[in-house]
């Protein structure tokens, strides 16, 4: 199963329109669960008239095993079973403090039933925010799915901000290794021991009040210590890092650059790392049937497969051609020396024209099929860590992470 929770920093750039029906996109090839994760609000249930008679809180409280509190479309709904490949999971109804808060106990009891699910894939349509109830759910060595809109520039600022912040977040574990602790413990003895101190301040400030980035940092240390193996797998992890996004309410390509892709690289290039590598998955257009069946209660995929009434084209010919578009199942390319901001977003700008021509633009089906093309294709290759297959526990994590140091 790969897991693909979709979070945005900021609220109401179309999570959980876009979680929705993106999972339903999936669907229609792989058995997909829509997993409810902000709770609180309740939003997934407001999306969808289903009866719920099975939530969170029957995984939480009443400990029914949580694929059984899994819902499907009804058959007045979906009378094709053409979306039976499709279950979502809802959050409780109401204020539950404990799961709208994610105690320590639920957090761990969630992520359990998570990696314990059967499924080809797990959409989650995560909290807005920056905290550990949002970070702990996503994956440690890439991004997930950030969706953001050139609608609201302002988002972009806290999607670059979520992005970072999942990078600091797995270099800081990485810092808090016993194996480097024990360093830290010999303190003025070992000579290395500033520098460590160093990028963890770096981290804990969130580069705050600095002028220099994790590459300065870690650039720094690496001609003091050449030799350093720490430091190399440190680097290696911030050159992997990849940030795969989707741009929500999209008009145009100029417009996305200007608004979102240009102020979001940015961000990241000046503040964290110019080595990180970005992915966009493709976007959905800003249209008024999406948002009207937001408020109608049937998603917009669901209404737009009964209009048409036709079969559904089929995902491979797409994945074919995407492997076409972006090169992918070919070997691994090299890594790239290190990049400027300019070629980056050229860079992002001729990919975003070649989704254009691809014909992605057009309407909210072909674009949510093709991001959900992209997302098989991605998945299946095993050159990308895209989609976590568990979340990992920091022990787990660490433990990877060690093995890479011997
Ligand atoms: N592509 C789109 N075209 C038109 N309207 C859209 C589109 N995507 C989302 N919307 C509308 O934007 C509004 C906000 O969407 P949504 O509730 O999915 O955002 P959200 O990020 O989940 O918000 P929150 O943070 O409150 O959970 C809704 O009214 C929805 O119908
Ligand atoms: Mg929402």
Not at 115 to 140: E, S, T, W, Y
Not at 151 to 161: H, M, S
Not at 362 to 386: C, G, M, W, Y
Request: with cysteine; aromatic share 10%; hydrophobic share 40%.
């Amino acid at each position: 199963m790969r897991i693909l929770p979709v979070s945005s920093g900021k609220g109401g750039v179309g999570k959980t329109t876009f979680a929705l029906n993106f999972a339903l996109a999936l669907a229609k090839t792989h058995q997909t669960v829509l997993l409810d994760l902000d709770t609180g609000t309740s939003s997934l249930r407001n999306f969808l008239d289903v009866k719920v008679s099975r939530d969170l809180f029957h995984f939480l409280k009443k400990d029914l095993p949580l694929q059984e509190c899994r819902e499907v479309l009804p058959a007045r709904m979906d009378p094709d079973r053409a979306f039976a490949n499709f279950s979502f999971i809802a959050s409780p109804h109401g204020f539950i403090h404990d799961m709208v808060n994610f105690s320590p106990e639920v957090k761990e009891k969630l992520i359990t039933g998570i990696n314990g699910l059967q499924a080809d894939f797990l959409v989650i349509d995560m909290k807005a925010g920056l905290d550990h109830n949002v970070l702990d759910f996503l994956p440690l060595s890439n991004s997930g799915i950030i969706l953001f809109t050139p609608r609201l520039k302002a988002a972009t600022y806290t999607a670059a901000e979520l992005a970072k912040a999942i990078l600091f977040r797995m270099l800081d574990i990485m810092l808090r290794s016993p194996l480097l602790q024990g360093r830290f413990d010999r303190g003025a003895e070992d000579p290395q021991a500033p520098v460590f101190q160093r990028l963890r301040d770096f981290l804990e400030s969130g580069g705050e009040g600095s002028n220099k980035n994790l590459d300065d940092l870690i650039g720094e240390a690496a001609a003091q210590f050449p030799q350093d193996n720490f430091l190399r797998v440190f680097r290696y992890y911030v050159e992997n890092y990849k940030v795969y996004y989707v741009l929500n309410q999209f008009n145009s390509v100029a417009e996305s650059v200007e608004n979102s892709i240009k102020p979001f690289v940015e961000e990241i290039f000046r503040s964290a790392s110019s080595r990180v590598t970005f992915h966009n998955l493709g976007w959905v257009v800003e249209d008024e049937q999406v948002r009207r069946s937001s408020e109608s209660g049937v998603p917009y995929l669901v209404r737009r497969h009964y209009q048409k009434k036709k079969a559904v084209v089929p995902a491979q010919d797409m994945e074919a051609q995407l492997r076409e578009l972006f090169g992918l199942g070919h070997k691994k390319p090299e890594p790239e020396p290190k990049k400027d901001l300019s070629r980056e977003l050229s860079g992002q700008l001729d990919l975003l024209r070649k989704i254009y021509v691809f014909n992605a633009g057009k309407d909210p089906e072909t674009n949510l099929d093709f991001i959900a093309a992209r997302v098989r294709d991605l998945s299946d290759n095993s050159a990308h860590q895209f989609g976590m297959k568990k979340i990992f526990s920091v022990q787990e994590f660490l433990e990877r992470f060690q093995s890479k140091l011997q």
